[in-house]
């Protein structure tokens, strides 16, 4: 528009007149009076904008780091030079619009790059408004075509003059050095531990040489993961930063040299953020546990060093039982019971650093108030032991319990097993005598049996066999109808079916009622086993294989009841 006289104008050191608007840049002195000459041709007055449009411009310059004093420049050179194109310009009516143009053609981006909607779009490895900077630290194949930018190790930032934004761990214009690790402190010490926390320690990075004291101004990272679970340190980008980080800084964790693991949402965790000090203290970590540490030096703003790795184990702690017991139903005789051993319920800690070493068995006999006790010791990792206590008598009930033993200590006793021995077996033995009958030689065979008879109580298993002979075994609540008919004075026959083969026991056969045999009638001689030795004749049976007679060979008859 043209220039409008005001009363805020005055007079230039020529006498011209010069609007408000460049008193105040003239004031700021961004530019040389270059813009005043008389050859300057004057295209757009500055008379009239407003502080507000002023202010707004200086808002939207700061992101990219645009001083107040170029704001200025630019401005007076969208109001005077003849070599920018301004395609809208508002003045003070509202808004402020200003758009430039870089380029009207792809001969304006130096051969290096297109032409697009008023920009340079530059070719890989070059930068700059028109192209006309190469990137730093590029590199150049034989045919002289860039391949590399920023030594291999960051990206060229084109609008900034082809400077380096470098990857995390290397720095310099070029990105070409790579940062030092942390070491080790010399002793090797790098880790104190307890249970549930340990102190990670370090020194300061140092230099190819191993000069140190350069980096005194180093900051430091430390993750932490549980190397079971699987740990992969950083990597090399500025935008690699796991989840629990952000989780942790919510924490309030950036500025302590004390973490902690419990807020952990993924394999690595932060757990000291941003210290100076070469030392980490962290806490509330898991009994017995292997964790893997990566400390990463921070220099300036973001780069950050490679981690140095630390491993180490946290000390375990005395296992637990909640509600395991020892087993004792594998083993037990008349005399003996056999004891086994079972994991605790809680280790504390992982099975090859909380690993239990032994087991101290504990019994006593029901009713007793003080406990007997034998270790065993643990060859091999997760192994079960056993004790037997042997030398007992018939119906013996025993408690037993058991204590697990780790590098911590003992755990608390479990909870107690019981177990009984059984009663002795009842065998009845006859030498029988062929030919004979009951009021001749085996009469006395005749009153033991009867007297085998009464004896029987509970049976969970009956045979019939010879010397040499397995014989027939029946077992489980059949064997106990057979026993309970034998043990009667004068039982009615019963007949049941056993493991495939039918038993009958009772009935009256030549008067004699206490009859076993392996057969649906006790009064039927072709059975494969008979025992009547009451029955007043000959015909008192067989037990041998195959032979199915009542007057059997002389030989001697064996009836086993297992209670």
């Known amino acids: 528009?043209?220039?409008?006289?005001?009363?805020?104008?005055?007079?230039?050191?020529?006498?011209?007149?010069?609007?408000?608007?460049?008193?105040?840049?003239?004031?700021?002195?961004?530019?040389?009076?270059?813009?005043?000459?008389?050859?300057?041709?004057?295209?757009?007055?500055?008379?009239?904008?407003?502080?507000?449009?002023?202010?707004?411009?200086?808002?939207?310059?700061?992101?990219?780091?645009?001083?107040?004093?170029?704001?200025?420049?630019?401005l007076v050179a969208i109001a005077y030079s003849s070599q920018v194109a301004v395609s809208a310009f508002t003045d003070g009516q509202g808004s402020v619009t200003l758009k430039s143009r870089e380029c009207a053609s792809?001969?304006?981006?130096?051969?290096?790059?297109?032409?697009?909607?008023?920009?340079?779009?530059?070719?890989?490895?070059?930068?700059?408004?028109?192209?006309?900077?190469?990137?730093?630290?590029?590199?150049?194949?034989?045919?002289?075509?860039?391949?590399?930018?920023?030594?291999?190790?960051?990206?060229?930032?084109?609008?900034?003059?082809?400077?380096?934004?470098?990857?995390?761990?290397?720095?310099?214009?070029?990105?070409?050095?790579?940062?030092?690790?942390?070491?080790?402190?010399?002793?090797?010490?790098?880790?104190?531990?307890?249970?549930?926390?340990?102190?990670?320690?370090w020194e300061e990075p140092a230099n190819a040489d191993g000069r140190t004291g350069e980096y005194t101004g180093a900051t430091y990272d430390v993750y932490s993961c549980e190397t079971a679970a699987g740990c992969t340190a950083l990597s090399q980008s500025v935008t690699d930063t796991p989840a629990s980080v952000s989780a942790l800084s919510r924490q309030r964790l950036s500025t302590s040299a004390e973490g902690t693991a419990s807020q952990s949402t993924a394999n690595l965790v932060l757990v000291c953020s941003n210290v100076a000090q070469t030392s980490c203290a962290v806490q509330n970590l898991k009994s017995g546990v292997r964790y893997t540490f990566f400390v990463y030096a921070k220099f300036r703003k973001s780069e950050r060093s490679d981690p140095l790795q630390v491993q180490m184990n946290t000390d375990p702690v005395a296992p637990t039982y909640t509600t395991s017991k020892p087993i004792v139903d594998e083993s037990i005789t008349a005399s003996s019971i056999l004891a086994r051993s079972v994991a605790p319920d809680i280790l504390g800690g992982e099975s090859d650093i909380?690993?239990?070493?032994?087991?101290?068995?504990?019994?006593?006999?029901?009713?007793?108030?003080?406990?007997?006790?034998?270790?065993?010791a643990v060859s091999t990792p997760g192994q079960s032991v056993t004790k037997q206590v042997s030398g007992l008598s018939q119906g013996t009930t025993l408690e037993f319990r058991l204590i697990a033993h780790n590098s911590a200590g003992a755990s608390n006793a479990s909870l107690i097993s019981t177990a009984t021995t059984t009663s002795a077996s009842l065998v009845w033995t006859a030498a029988m005598t062929a030919g004979s009958i009951s009021t001749g030689s085996n009469q006395a065979n005749c009153n033991s049996w009867t007297s085998f008879r009464q004896s029987i109580t509970t049976c969970s298993s009956i045979t019939i066999r010879s010397p040499g002979y397995a014989g027939q075994t029946c077992s489980?609540?059949?064997?106990?109808?057979?026993?309970?008919?034998?043990?009667?004075?004068?039982?009615?026959?019963?007949?049941?079916?056993?493991?495939?083969?039918?038993?009958?026991?009772?009935?009256?056969?030549?008067?004699?009622?206490?009859n076993?045999?392996?057969?649906?009638?006790?009064?039927?001689?072709?059975?494969?086993?008979?025992?009547?030795?009451?029955?007043?004749n000959s015909n008192w049976g067989t037990a041998l294989p195959n032979d199915n007679s009542c007057s059997a060979q002389s030989h001697t008859m064996e009836v086993v009841v297992v209670p």
């Open 1 to 74: 528009q043209p220039e409008r006289r005001s009363s805020g104008t005055r007079l230039s050191d020529r006498g011209k007149p010069v609007s408000a608007a460049h008193a105040l840049f003239n004031f700021l002195r961004p530019v040389s009076k270059f813009y005043l000459r008389r050859r300057t041709t004057r295209r757009y007055s500055l008379q009239g904008l407003r502080n507000s449009d002023f202010f707004y411009i200086t808002a939207m310059s700061i992101p990219a780091r645009v001083l107040i004093g170029t704001v200025a420049l630019c």
């Open 106 to 201: 792809d001969s304006q981006c130096n051969g290096r790059g297109t032409c697009v909607d008023g920009s340079c779009s530059c070719s890989f490895g070059y930068a700059g408004y028109n192209c006309e900077k190469t990137c730093r630290g590029a590199a150049t194949n034989a045919t002289g075509h860039i391949t590399q930018v920023c030594s291999g190790h960051g990206t060229c930032l084109s609008r900034v003059g082809g400077r380096c934004k470098c990857d995390t761990g290397y720095w310099r214009t070029d990105c070409s050095y790579k940062l030092p690790v942390p070491t080790t402190p010399p002793s090797g010490q790098n880790a104190t531990t307890t249970a549930n926390s340990t102190v990670i320690e």
């Open 354 to 376: 909380a690993a239990v070493t032994s087991y101290t068995f504990q019994w006593r006999t029901q009713g007793s108030q003080s406990w007997n006790e034998d270790t065993v």
């Open 476 to 514: 489980g609540s059949q064997a106990q109808t057979l026993c309970n008919t034998l043990r009667q004075a004068s039982p009615s026959q019963v007949t049941v079916t056993c493991n495939g083969v039918q038993w009958s026991a009772g009935g009256s056969c030549g008067g004699e009622r206490g």
């Open 516 to 536: 076993l045999v392996t057969g649906s009638s006790v009064c039927t001689c072709r059975t494969e086993l008979n025992i009547r030795p009451c029955i007043g």
